[in-house]
């Protein structure tokens, strides 16, 4: 016989009697259903387009992603952003509709009750880690000690992976409530409250992307209107330490690398080439995205007059020292587009030190952090 000490014996009667002291008659096995359907749904769009976020930043060498549709980027950013903030009230309803059973006892029943345990402490513990990094991530609020852009990216797998065995363990559950109503009056207004609650969090955060709301982004970490000339910034010219030499009189732009011959400019003749004007967005990967009026060369026109290859791959390089996009891969898909253009204006005003002045590439269809600003090089391989 084994002697339990008092503290022992109390924890174990505590466990054994959590899930009843915490009931509701709001809690149903439909009401989890529904509310397992609607974080399945969102958690596969944030995954979706965490996905293409990701590859678009750092694509494999065989991927070549398309400059169209322009709004293409800003557009799943936006969703992944907005729906993950949107995603919080439901996750939040749901680990209250599921609380008692995460205190079962005994706690494991078999071999297969420890596994299905697993993937669900796997993704419980992975959902709540990504939504409260993600929501850090977009605050510019970093606490934790390892790199926030591996540490998400890797999580995802394990929360979507978790969340197939789950859906594929509950699926006759699921399959149950996927078409019924829920009866009980006092479950659908439960339901009712959180789609508001996430209806709502969507409606204060929507404005940093769809600009004529911008009033109501009361939840956005970014306001598409607030920032020099009208529009945001994540990083200064100070803050990239670039403020000296964005005004050196010996300031060129040099085209180079694989071409038949080096092009070398000052910011002057840069000026006097035949400029072009294109509408795009500049879209960050925190969300926020807001429509400019860009004037400058046409980065092919400059590859082209240098004699580089249509296949050519071309870096962009910044005047800031350090930083992890510095440097900036333009592959063929954008440097050929028309659209792609370094710019020297924006809305019709020369360029803000904090928007990349003397020069800054923007391209359609790219994240904010890979439209490189303070540029000094374009290098052709």
């Not at 899930?19 to 749904?41: C, D, H, N, Q």
């Not at 996905?51 to 070549?64: K, M, V």
């Amino acid at each position: 016989m084994i002697l339990q000490s008092p503290s022992a014996r109390f924890a174990s009667r505590l466990l054994k009697t959590l899930p009843t002291r915490f009931t509701s008659r709001l809690r149903s096995e439909g009401v989890a259903a529904k509310l397992g359907i609607w974080l399945g749904v969102s958690f596969t769009v944030a995954f979706a387009t965490g996905l293409f976020s990701h590859f678009t930043q750092h694509p494999p060498a065989w991927l070549l992603w398309p400059s169209r549709p322009v709004n293409l980027y800003r557009v799943t950013q936006g969703l992944h952003v907005i729906g993950g903030i949107a995603t919080v009230p439901l996750l939040l309803a749901k680990l209250w509709t599921v609380y008692p059973k995460l205190w079962q006892w005994p706690p494991l029943r078999s071999a297969g009750h420890a596994a299905e345990r697993l993937f669900v402490l796997l993704l419980v513990a992975g959902a709540l880690f990504q939504l409260v990094s993600g929501l850090f991530n977009i605050a510019y609020y970093y606490p934790y000690p390892f790199g926030f852009l591996q540490a998400h990216y890797w999580t995802a797998y394990i929360v979507y992976g978790a969340l197939i065995v789950h859906v594929v363990n509950e699926w006759a559950k699921v399959r149950r409530h996927l078409w019924t109503r829920v009866e009980d009056p006092g479950r659908r207004r439960f339901l009712h409250t959180v789609a508001a609650a996430s209806g709502l969090t969507v409606v204060l955060t929507v404005g940093e992307a769809v600009t004529p709301l911008e009033r109501l982004a009361l939840l956005a970490p970014r306001n598409p209107g607030v920032g020099p000339q009208g529009v945001p910034v994540n990083r200064s010219a100070v803050a990239a330490g670039v403020t000296e030499l964005i005004d050196d009189p010996a300031y060129r732009l040099v085209v180079t690398g694989a071409v038949r011959r080096e092009l070398s400019f000052t910011y002057a003749e840069l000026v006097r080439l035949p400029q072009h004007t294109v509408r795009l967005p500049i879209a960050c990967v925190e969300g926020w995205s807001v429509e400019c009026e860009w004037t400058g060369v046409r980065l092919r026109d400059l590859i082209e007059s240098a004699g580089g290859s249509s296949e050519a791959f071309v870096s962009v390089e910044s005047l800031e020292r350090g930083g992890s996009y510095r440097v900036s891969e333009v592959r063929p898909p954008h440097w050929q587009d028309p659209l792609t253009l370094l710019a020297l204006r924006i809305n019709g005003q020369v360029l803000d030190p904090d928007h990349g002045h003397p020069v800054r590439l923007i391209a359609p269809n790219r994240p904010g952090v890979m439209q490189t600003k303070w540029v000094t090089t374009v290098r052709v391989s």
